[in-house]
């Protein structure tokens, strides 16, 4: 059963630490979003990568925030320094086919910036 | 750009009850996704049904069927015989298909009754 994998599922942090989540993608799947969900805010993507390249990070504050794929297997999201409204739970998907199909959702990590 | 409304933001029934959720969208695109997706308490995003606009025939995947109308921008979602294990926050949501970025609506929470 194929599935996306995070890490860590949950993170509790002091505001200017560095905190760094993780994803694995399902294997085969050319394209991985992270997104960012609050209460005030909903569901809000944050960063897309196809076939490991950047497309589109409008969604990210640029000064804090950076994602990456390093490989196919893997990619990550960044924060530094961290700040208390950093606090949300932030999800990895990944789709086949360019992205317009199917997303399929890791189970979050929840981040808690004190 | 679009936009998904989703006007009721809780809803409850009987467990065994029918139950509609509602959702109208905005775009300017020809073609493009639709979903509904389903986040129990876990916080999991999980897929339940999907629809591709250029199919009039609506989705159904076993209680879960959808009310599409592409000229009205409506996409709603029926649940037959609801089951406690139904009750989560559901999200309807928009893909285009020249780019994969999901765009969620606000969510409705559901709670079936025993």
């Known amino acids: 059963d194929a599935r996306v994998t995070q890490t860590p599922r949950h993170k509790v942090t002091e505001m200017g630490q560095e905190v760094t989540m993780r994803c694995q993608p399902i294997l085969g799947h050319n394209t991985v979003f992270w997104y960012r969900q609050t209460m005030m805010q909903g569901l809000e993507l944050l960063a897309y990568?196809?076939?490991?390249?950047?497309?589109?990070d409008s969604g990210m504050p640029k000064d804090r925030f950076s994602a990456e794929m390093p490989d196919a297997t893997l990619a990550t999201l960044k924060i530094q320094p961290s700040e208390p409204r950093d606090s949300a739970v932030y999800f990895c998907a990944s789709g086949p086919r360019g992205g317009t199909d199917t997303q399929y959702f890791g189970p979050g990590t929840r981040l808690t910036v004190l | 750009a679009q936009t998904v409304t989703q006007s009721q933001p809780e809803m409850s029934v009987q467990e065994a009850e029918t139950v509609t959720l509602s959702c109208t969208y905005d775009?300017?695109?020809?073609?493009?996704?639709l979903f509904w997706y389903k986040q129990p308490p876990s916080r999991q995003m999980i897929l339940v049904i999907r629809q591709e606009a250029y199919k009039q025939q609506n989705a159904t995947e076993n209680r879960f069927s959808v009310n599409f109308q592409k000229a009205a921008k409506s996409f709603s979602l029926k649940i037959s015989d609801s089951q406690l294990g139904d009750t989560a926050m559901y999200f309807c949501a928009f893909a285009g298909t020249s780019y994969g970025k999901l765009t969620f609506g606000q969510g409705t929470i559901l709670t079936v009754h025993p």
């Open positions: 775009t300017s695109e020809s073609n493009y996704y």
């Open positions: 990568f196809r076939n490991r390249a950047p497309l589109d």
